[in-house]
């Protein structure tokens, strides 16, 4: 039998540096990977917002009935009406995003208030901005063009970020 010169294998030190080289690089990829979720979550909401209000008016035209369209930002949602239903179609906002703004502003303060508009049939749709923005700061404008009719998303740096950093 030949005697061994040397142990085959690893040490508990060489797994612990292993370990820590991983937890390291983990550490370090973390944020980025949070913030494509986040950016991720943005796109996605703006995309609900869109095909809510592209709905509307889709569905007025059709039916050739009225639809009443409620952004709500305190629950983070949009609603449809129309006159002759009895069920609303709620398009709910994916959490972590919020509605920040609705533009134009009816009133100074209107920030959290509730915005209901009507859309008729072969009318032309109101103008609308709404503004989405997720836990980075990161905002995405979804517009509705009265002359088309047609809801598109834009991005958009928000100055107030700009201007913090």
């Known amino acids: 039998m030949k005697p061994r010169s ?10 612990m540096v292993v370990v820590a080289i991983i937890a390291v690089m983990a550490g370090m990829a ?6 494509g979720l986040d950016g991720l979550r943005l796109r996605s909401a703006s995309s ?3 095909s809510a209000l592209n709905i509307a008016i889709t569905t007025a035209d059709r039916r050739q009935l009225p639809v009443q ?5 305190a629950q983070n949602r949009i609603v449809l009406r129309v006159a002759d239903s009895k069920r ?3 398009f709910e906002i994916p959490a972590g995003i919020r509605i ?5 502003a009816l009133f100074l303060d209107e920030e959290k208030k509730d915005r209901y508009l009507l859309v008729y049939p072969n009318g032309a749709p109101p103008q609308l901005i709404v503004e ?3 836990p980075r700061g990161s905002i995405r404008q979804i517009k509705l063009d009265p002359i088309t009719g047609i809801a598109q998303v834009f991005a958009q740096t928000a100055p107030e970020v700009a201007h913090a950093k």
Request: no cysteine; proline share 9%.
């Open 6 to 15: 040397a142990q085959s294998g690893m040490t508990l030190i060489e797994t």
């Open 88 to 90: 609303d179609q709620i």
């Open 132 to 134: 989405l923005e997720n």
């Open 48 to 50: 609900t917002v869109a």
């Open 69 to 73: 369209l409620a952004i709500q930002p």
């Open 100 to 104: 920040r703004r609705i533009l134009p």
């Open 30 to 35: 973390f944020p980025s990977f949070t913030a």
